[in-house]
């Protein structure tokens, strides 16, 4: 069975550093790994995704991810944290089968302080 | 480009009662889906359908809850009646197996539409 688990319910970081929002997965097979973004009263923004090829993916808005599969983590990072990246952040995985569902996280909020 | 547009954003209902949510996907995805997020969760999918066609509806709880896509373009999900415990957040979300590579079975998702049950 397909899982995702992102381990902290909320991240807190200045303006300016650094962010990571941790995320691990579990899947047979290959995986195809996403990150949505969710601001208040709105739907889902696709950050960015891996399928294959190069293990660190550039997405929308400065954020990069990056697949290591030893670890079977996608951690979401940004180099220069920005309070209006203050959200809900999701990670998803589901199999390369085009017919399997997309397993989502319990979500991360993160918290950027001025 | 238009994205995946909702309606109504905001819905309250008394339990026992009716209700529907409306989906029109991005012009051209063939895959539609419908999804429910509680308070404080992902999102979890409840259908999808290739075109007019539901291919997986195995979380789907029957009982009360229907869904169409007659024409392969815009979707309906149904609850009747509604129970407190559906208040909850609707997503419509599509996605198209052609494209860029980016955006190749990408899905997008809608705003949503917030079911309040007294």
């Known amino acids: 069975a397909q899982s995702v688990a992102q381990p902290e319910d909320q991240v807190n970081v200045a303006e300016g550093n650094p962010l990571t929002v941790k995320c691990t997965y579990s899947?047979?097979?290959?995986?195809?790994l996403f990150w949505y973004v969710q601001y208040p009263n709105r739907g889902l923004q696709f950050l960015l995704k891996?399928?294959?090829?190069?293990?660190l993916v550039k997405g929308s808005y400065g954020f990069e991810a990056e697949f290591n599969k030893s670890q079977t983590s996608f951690h979401l990072k940004k180099p220069s944290a920005l309070v209006s990246d203050s959200a809900l952040y999701f990670c998803?995985?589901?199999?390369?089968?085009?017919?399997?569902?997309?397993?989502f996280g319990t979500g991360t909020r993160l918290q950027v302080f001025p | 480009e238009a994205g995946v547009v909702q309606s109504p954003r905001y819905k309250i209902i008394e339990k026992k009662q009716p209700v529907a949510f409306w989906c029109n996907p991005i012009?051209?995805?063939?895959?539609l889906y419908w999804y429910l997020q509680n308070l404080g969760q992902g999102p979890e999918l409840l259908i999808r359908?290739?075109?007019?066609?539901?291919?997986?509806d195995s979380q789907l709880p029957k009982d009360r809850f229907s869904a169409e896509r007659l024409k392969g373009v815009d979707s309906t999900l149904k609850i009747q009646p509604a129970e407190l415990g559906d208040s909850a957040v609707y997503l419509c979300?599509?996605?198209?197996?052609?494209?860029?590579?980016?955006?190749?079975?990408?899905?997008?998702f809608g705003p949503g539409t917030r079911l309040t049950v007294l």
């Open positions: 979300a599509s996605s198209s197996p052609f494209g860029t590579s980016g955006e190749v079975d990408t899905q997008y």
């Open positions: 899947v047979s097979g290959n995986p195809y």
């Open positions: 891996y399928i294959t090829g190069d293990n």
């Open positions: 998803a995985v589901r199999r390369l089968s085009n017919t399997d569902k997309l397993i």
């Open positions: 012009s051209g995805h063939n895959t």
């Open positions: 359908y290739e075109n007019e066609e539901a291919v997986d």
